[in-house]
């Protein structure tokens, strides 16, 4: 057991180290001017190692917003208003400027978010990462077509309103100016959700 967890550790720190790399990499040079042969040898790893971790080019920089696929299930788990749920998760992520949510202005943080946003092949591949959010977040709400549609519309509130705020604090408007719009916005967006998704509850709460 202790062995499994250290060997999964140490895999986990390998996907870590070389998605840094990788994104540091991107980020002086661009994303198309960097081969993977280049990331592999700056990791110290072969090509055909390096695509064992990551299939796609492009899953070096989504390594970085992966654990956020199943975050809006983690969340409704267990809850009996999940829209509220996502909504005080969304509204902490605010309050600590966690850069999910956009409202962060740490100059590494614009820098890859502007990689993330700026990059056609990143925007085509993030969509699969969206789906993969829905899918979860649908299969919590108890699966059907109901929650697959409930999770498609919570998703896409959650990606804009982070969106709107990198796009502003991206723009120079400080953080301080744009916080107070960002916590309004949330705020209206959720009960927009609320009011269009009564009685939805997550499975174990029918």
Do not use: C
Request: proline share 5%.
């Amino acid at each position: 057991m202790g062995e499994m967890g250290l060997r999964e550790r140490k895999k986990q720190r390998m996907y870590q180290d070389v998605s840094d790399i990788a994104v540091r990499m991107f980020l002086e040079r661009g994303f198309d001017a960097v081969s993977v042969a280049e990331v592999a040898a700056a990791a110290g790893i072969s090509k055909p190692t390096l695509f064992r971790y990551f299939p796609a080019k492009e899953d070096l920089v989504l390594h970085r917003i992966a654990d956020h696929e199943t975050e809006a299930a983690r969340v409704v788990a267990g809850t009996a208003d999940p829209v509220d749920a996502l909504r005080r998760n969304f509204l902490a992520g605010l309050e600590r400027r966690d850069p999910v949510t956009g409202l962060n202005d740490h100059p590494d943080v614009l820098a890859f978010h502007a990689l993330l946003y700026d990059t056609p092949a990143l925007v085509a591949r993030a969509h699969g990462h969206l789906e993969r959010q829905e899918a979860a977040l649908a299969e919590a709400l108890g699966g059907g077509l109901d929650a697959r549609l409930a999770a498609g519309q919570i998703i896409a509130v959650q990606r804009i309103l982070a969106l709107e705020n990198w796009r502003r604090i991206a723009a120079g408007e400080p953080v301080e100016r744009v916080a107070p719009d960002a916590v309004r916005w949330a705020e209206r967006a959720f009960r927009q959700l609320a009011a269009g998704l009564p009685g939805l509850a997550p499975r174990g709460h029918e």
